[in-house]
């Protein structure tokens, strides 16, 4: 699988936009890109995923380089509920099987 | 609608003793994959089940072992534990196996080994 670089930690105040990066830079034609976040004590939570175009959802945006060599989780307005480490993963449509290599993740705090 | 059910949510056991740990998934979704979850090694994959089939299993000894029942319902089999093997197991399922779907992970399983 593909492999991803995240900052290993980030800032934001509550109520502003956060943009969290994603490096990919060995990304296949075939690869997905995931986002999940786990807060504290719980799973992992699904976030958002996209291939090629920028997506949307009620949680976040997702912004794909043109080139999909990199890629940004956008919350609009971080809540104290925000805090949580974010991971970007890759899944290679070609891979029927559902091992997500999950790295360190990127741990976002949020300060009221 | 109920989300993915892991039972015990907390499990203490002795090295050398065997473990089994229950996964419930969305009603409806035909994947499960578990996951351990250590401060050292973050998040591995343990190995992952579509209609009762083992797809794919990752890098870990053949003392975890796991089956899926024809309800979907997962299980996972630690033999012979050892201390390392203290960590949080987690449990994810998707309708199916298809990696542009989302997956929905468990609370997970607490499991300390003294």
């Known amino acids: 699988d593909a492999k991803t670089t995240q900052p290993n930690s980030m800032e934001s105040n509550e109520e502003e936009p956060v943009h969290l990066p994603c490096n990919h830079s060995?990304?296949?034609?075939?690869?997905?890109i995931h986002w999940y976040r786990q807060l504290p004590s719980q799973g992992p939570e699904y976030v958002i995923h996209?291939?090629?175009s920028n997506v949307n959802n009620r949680m976040a945006s997702l912004a794909i380089a043109e080139d999909r060599k990199s890629s940004t989780l956008i919350l609009h307005r971080a809540t104290l509920r925000d805090a949580a480490v974010y991971y970007c993963?890759?899944?290679?449509?070609?891979?029927?099987?559902?091992?997500?290599?999950f790295g360190p993740g990127t741990r976002l705090s949020v300060l009221p | 609608k109920a989300g993915v059910t892991q039972t015990p949510r907390y499990l203490i056991k002795t090295r050398g003793q065997q473990v089994t740990l229950s996964c419930s998934p969305i009603?409806?979704?035909?994947?499960v994959s578990w996951y351990q979850q250590t401060p050292g090694q973050g998040l591995q994959f343990l190995f992952e089940?579509?209609?009762?089939?083992?797809?794919n299993k990752g890098n870990f000894p053949g003392r975890f072992s796991g089956r899926q029942f024809s309800n979907s319902r997962s299980e996972m089999n630690v033999s012979t534990l050892e201390l390392g093997d203290s960590a949080l197991y987690l449990c994810?399922?998707?309708?199916?196996?298809?990696?542009?779907?989302?997956?929905?992970f468990g609370s997970g399983t607490r499991l300390t080994v003294v």
């Open positions: 089940y579509f209609s009762e089939t083992q797809r």
């Open positions: 996209g291939l090629t």
């Open positions: 993963i890759l899944r290679d449509l070609n891979n029927y099987g559902q091992n997500f290599v």
């Open positions: 060995t990304i296949s034609g075939t690869d997905y």
């Open positions: 009603s409806g979704h035909r994947s």
């Open positions: 994810a399922s998707s309708l199916n196996d298809r990696v542009d779907y989302g997956y929905t």
